[in-house]
């Protein structure tokens, strides 16, 4: 299980919490993989114990398709995560907020299938209360 240290006043942020990452992953993939399944249940028994950030899932698309539609996209992987995140609300409701920022922040460029698959991504952002 890894640690997770928070700093009050502080904001975390774990980039490419699902990744999507494999070059033969779809463009179109929003649902969180089977492979990342260990790694969510490590951090939703983290995230349980935290009571006093906010957190906010924010899923990003690449640059392929219409704005509107990796808009969309974006959306439903923060969304997808949040339902792993947070079975039958185990947490409070509201603690976990989903953005969907589509292909804008590319941490990539788009122009090589490689690039485009790095940008196809979840982060997660812990806020402190005296943030918000």
């Known amino acids: 299980m890894f640690n997770l240290k928070l700093v ?3 904001i975390f942020a774990v980039s490419g919490l699902i990744s999507c990452a494999s070059t033969s992953s ?3 993939k929003f649902n ?3 492979k990342d399944r260990a790694f969510m249940d490590r951090l939703q028994k983290t995230i349980q114990g935290i009571d006093s950030h906010q957190i906010t899932l924010v899923g990003y698309a ?3 398709g219409s704005k509107k539609r990796n ?3 974006s959306l439903k992987r923060a969304e997808s995560v949040q339902a792993v995140l947070q079975p039958n609300n185990f947490l409070a ?3 976990i907020q989903t953005e969907g920022m589509g292909e804008e922040k590319p941490i990539a460029t788009n122009l090589t299938r490689q690039g485009r698959s790095q940008n196809r991504r ?3 952002v812990l806020t402190a209360a ?3």
Request: proline share 8%.
């Open 122 to 124: 979840v982060d997660l």
């Open 130 to 132: 005296s943030q918000q």
């Open 32 to 34: 969180v993989d089977t």
């Open 26 to 28: 779809p463009t179109s």
């Open 8 to 10: 009050p006043g502080l």
């Open 62 to 64: 690449d640059s392929v």
């Open 93 to 95: 409701s509201g603690k």
């Open 71 to 73: 808009s969309d996209l």
